[in-house]
């Protein structure tokens, strides 16, 4: 399975920008698929994780009410739509997915992982 990230850039304060991740190969082994995010000198956190079905969510505490998961399992394509940027939200962003159809909090959980697309958030 192979995960490519897109979508991220360079935005303002307040500003919004979409995510999308495309999964390609053995799509069928995905269930679950999550969102992380790393920033210099920090470890990777949970932004958001997504079952196959769509019908359950999570996010981190950091990022509910701003941002949103959603998927098309026909476009085989996760989303990320991220609202009222802040400062504190730049960093590397990484999609994941999970054999397992559960949304998972830990990055040990994940199965397979995309390269990381950068979000800049200016103030």
């Known amino acids: 399975v192979q995960l490519v990230e897109s979508g991220g850039g360079l935005v303002q304060a307040v500003g919004s920008l979409r995510l999308s991740c495309a999964a390609s190969?053995?799509?069928?082994?995905?269930?679950?698929m999550g969102w992380f995010r790393q920033a210099p000198g920090q470890e990777r956190e949970f932004v958001a994780g997504i079952t196959w079905s769509g019908r359950n969510t999570d996010y981190a505490d950091s990022v509910k009410g701003r941002f949103t998961i959603s998927r098309d399992n026909a476009k085989n394509t996760v989303y990320l739509q991220m609202n009222t940027l802040k400062p504190e939200d730049t960093a590397v962003y990484y999609c994941a997915a999970d054999r397992r159809n559960r949304v998972a909090l830990s990055a040990t959980n994940y199965d397979y992982w995309g390269q990381g697309t950068q979000v800049t958030v200016s103030s």
């Open positions: 190969g053995r799509f069928f082994s995905i269930n679950a």
